[in-house]
Structures are given as structure tokens and as C-alpha cells.
């Protein structure tokens, strides 16, 4: 039986590869994922998958733009989803039942139009627990709107608006906590003097963290990322993350560092670590971020 099992899921695997290699553009993309995180009282685990389909045909071999780069450069719109299962251990906390995490968005982008427009809904629901014989269920629900433009070919700036609550079902009266946050972002793909290309990121934002009974809080962030494209497959992505402001929780300074590859045109991997170092004790976290993905 597994025998047999094993030669179905290989003829299914070669059916959807072929004709990937055969084609010459594609319109949508299928991932796999898992990320753990792990805080200094807190480890989360995470298995998902997420899909997207695309409004326009993008080449699978695009003559001088990196794979992981063609949406941007080709200004094609999209829409995607993904879910996800996660698992929550808090010290001092007895796991109850695992949580989930979802989301939708849409992109806006035409060949024709310098305009730029997203929009993004997502649900984190961490799971119930239980502390000192009270039950908790904390859920976050995270929205997020941008508009912007293309000032040059692969170069855009956009104006993005973020609002997240979490809220905590449990008799321990846990008040809700609202984000409020605006951004500015600018993105830019260079193509290098010798070979490859690298692509920029830099983020400015500024958040208001309010919850009853306590004063507004604000936070301000800056972020730049850069991506470096040796050859069209492969990349090597460094960023730095600075955070100051009310909230001591947040406030510190965040490493990413990560890398992506294409096995094929239509097959990549990507690995990614995000250390968050905190100015208060005791605040640090960790996270690691493992995708698969195929393009059909």
C-alpha cells in the first residue's frame, strides 16, 4: 500500500513539474512552510502553506531580472492566502489546544500605470492556555492598507496603514491592546556594474500602542534590507532593524539575515533568521523561517 501510495504522489509530482519546465511564463505559486519562535518565557512553532494567484502572465525565464524580483519589476498584480497551525508554550502556562493563522491580500499593479495598491487581512489565534486555573485565548486580528507609486522602472515608494487588536478571552480581565501604525517604504533593484543585481529596501514607521486604562504609547522604527543577486537563482538578504520609543518591550534593535534559491525556475527554497535584541532584560526572541515553493 505504501508501496503504491509513494508511485502516485511521484507520478502527481512529475505531472505539475513538466509542463512547468516546458512553459514559458506562469500564473500562480504554492508554498510550504515552517518557522519557530522562541522568546525568553515563549516557544512557537508554525506549519503552513500559502498560495498566489497572479492577474497577468509572468515570465519563467526572465532575461535580466532575478526569479524573486520579476512580480516587482513586471508591475502584475495578485491576490493570495495562507494558513497555518501553530503550537504556543508559555512558561508557567499549560497548553490547552493549538492555535491557527490566516490571511488574505491583494495586490494592485499594471504595466501601464505607475500606480501601486495592496491590501491585507490576517488572524492570529495563539491557542488556549491555562494559568492559575483561568483559561486564556489571546487572538490578534491585523490589518493593513498601502498606496504608492513606481518613480522609475524597478524603483517604487508607498505610504502603507496598519491596525492590529489583540484581545484575551479569559476572567482575568486582560484589556485589549490596539497597534496603530503608518509607514514609509521604498524599494529599488540595482543592476551591478559586473553581474547580478542587488535590491533595496528601506522602511520608516512610526506606531501607537494604546490599551484601557493606560496612556497612548509611541514607537518609531526604521528598517533597511538589502538583497543581494549573485546570479538570476540565487540571493543573500542582510537587514537591520532599529526601534526607540514608549514601550520598553519593543524598543531594541533587530538581525535578518537569509537566503533564497531556485533549483529550477519553478522550484525555490528560501531560509530566513530574524534575532530581536531588546534594550530591556530579558526581551530577547529568536526566530527561524523555512519555505518551499513551485510555480505553475
Same mark, same amino acid.
Request: hydrophobic share 40%; proline share 3%; with cysteine.
Given at each position: %500500500?505504501?508501496?503504491?501510495?509513494?508511485?502516485?504522489?511521484?507520478?502527481?509530482?512529475?505531472?505539475?513539474?513538466?509542463?512547468?519546465?516546458? @512553459?514559458? #511564463?506562469?500564473? +500562480? !505559486?504554492?508554498?510550504?512552510?515552517?518557522?519557530?519562535? *522562541?522568546?525568553?518565557?515563549?516557544?512557537?512553532?508554525?506549519?503552513?502553506?500559502?498560495?498566489?494567484?497572479?492577474?497577468?502572465?509572468?515570465?519563467?525565464?526572465?532575461?535580466?531580472?532575478?526569479?524573486?524580483?520579476? @512580480?516587482?519589476?513586471?508591475?502584475?498584480? +495578485?491576490?493570495?492566502?495562507?494558513?497555518?497551525?501553530? +503550537?504556543?508554550?508559555?512558561?508557567?502556562?499549560?497548553?490547552?489546544?493549538?492555535?491557527?493563522?490566516?490571511?488574505?491580500?491583494?495586490?494592485?499593479?499594471?504595466?501601464?500605470?505607475?500606480?501601486?495598491?495592496?491590501?491585507?487581512?490576517?488572524?492570529?489565534?495563539?491557542?488556549?492556555?491555562?494559568?492559575?486555573?483561568?483559561?486564556? !485565548?489571546?487572538?490578534?486580528?491585523?490589518?493593513?492598507?498601502?498606496?504608492?507609486?513606481?518613480?522609475?522602472?524597478?524603483? /517604487?515608494?508607498?505610504?502603507?496603514? +496598519?491596525?492590529?487588536?489583540?484581545?484575551?478571552?479569559?476572567?482575568?480581565?486582560?484589556?485589549?491592546? #490596539?497597534?496603530?501604525?503608518?509607514?514609509?517604504? &521604498?524599494?529599488?533593484? !540595482?543592476?551591478? $556594474?559586473?553581474?547580478?543585481?542587488?535590491?533595496?529596501? $528601506?522602511?520608516?514607521?512610526?506606531?501607537?500602542?494604546? /490599551?484601557?486604562?493606560?496612556?497612548?504609547?509611541?514607537?518609531?522604527?526604521?528598517?533597511?534590507?538589502?538583497?543581494?543577486?549573485?546570479?538570476?537563482?540565487? &540571493?543573500?538578504?542582510?537587514?537591520?532593524?532599529?526601534?526607540?520609543?514608549?514601550?520598553? /518591550?519593543?524598543?531594541?534593535?533587530?538581525?535578518?539575515?537569509?537566503? *533564497?534559491?531556485?533549483? #529550477?525556475?519553478?522550484?525555490?527554497? /528560501?531560509?530566513?533568521?530574524?534575532?530581536?535584541?531588546? *534594550?530591556?532584560?530579558?526581551?530577547?526572541?529568536?526566530?527561524? %523561517?523555512?519555505? &518551499?515553493? %513551485?510555480?505553475?
Amino acid at each position: %500500500m505504501r508501496e503504491k501510495l509513494a508511485v502516485a504522489l511521484l507520478a502527481l509530482v512529475l505531472e505539475v513539474v513538466a509542463p512547468c519546465r516546458a @512553459q514559458d #511564463t506562469f500564473r +500562480s !505559486e504554492a508554498g510550504l512552510s515552517y518557522s519557530n519562535f *522562541k522568546g525568553n518565557d515563549l516557544t512557537r512553532i508554525s506549519a503552513g502553506v500559502d498560495g498566489t494567484y497572479y492577474f497577468d502572465p509572468l515570465p519563467l525565464h526572465p532575461a535580466d531580472t532575478p526569479y524573486d524580483q520579476v @512580480q516587482f519589476v513586471e508591475r502584475v498584480g +495578485s491576490v493570495s492566502a495562507n494558513a497555518a497551525w501553530t +503550537s504556543t508554550d508559555i512558561e508557567g502556562q499549560e497548553r490547552l489546544s493549538n492555535g491557527y493563522d490566516y490571511g488574505a491580500a491583494v495586490q494592485f499593479a499594471r504595466p501601464d500605470t505607475v500606480l501601486r495598491a495592496a491590501a491585507s487581512a490576517e488572524v492570529l489565534n495563539q491557542g488556549k492556555s491555562r494559568s492559575n486555573g483561568v483559561d486564556i !485565548e489571546t487572538e490578534t486580528k491585523a490589518y493593513q492598507l498601502s498606496v504608492g507609486a513606481y518613480v522609475a522602472k524597478a524603483t /517604487s515608494v508607498d505610504l502603507n496603514f +496598519s491596525r492590529s487588536t489583540t484581545t484575551a478571552s479569559s476572567s482575568a480581565g486582560i484589556p485589549d491592546i #490596539t497597534v496603530d501604525g503608518i509607514a514609509l517604504v &521604498g524599494q529599488h533593484l !540595482e543592476p551591478l $556594474a559586473v553581474s547580478g543585481h542587488v535590491f533595496f529596501t $528601506a522602511r520608516a514607521a512610526q506606531f501607537t500602542i494604546r /490599551s484601557e486604562g493606560s496612556s497612548d504609547q509611541k514607537n518609531r522604527d526604521l528598517q533597511v534590507q538589502a538583497v543581494y543577486y549573485p546570479t538570476k537563482l540565487f &540571493g543573500l538578504k542582510a537587514g537591520l532593524g532599529i526601534d526607540r520609543g514608549d514601550n520598553d /518591550s519593543l524598543e531594541g534593535q533587530t538581525l535578518l539575515l537569509g537566503l *533564497k534559491t531556485f533549483f #529550477t525556475p519553478a522550484v525555490s527554497l /528560501s531560509l530566513d533568521f530574524q534575532s530581536f535584541y531588546a *534594550k530591556a532584560a530579558g526581551k530577547d526572541t529568536d526566530l527561524v %523561517m523555512l519555505r &518551499g515553493a %513551485m510555480r505553475f
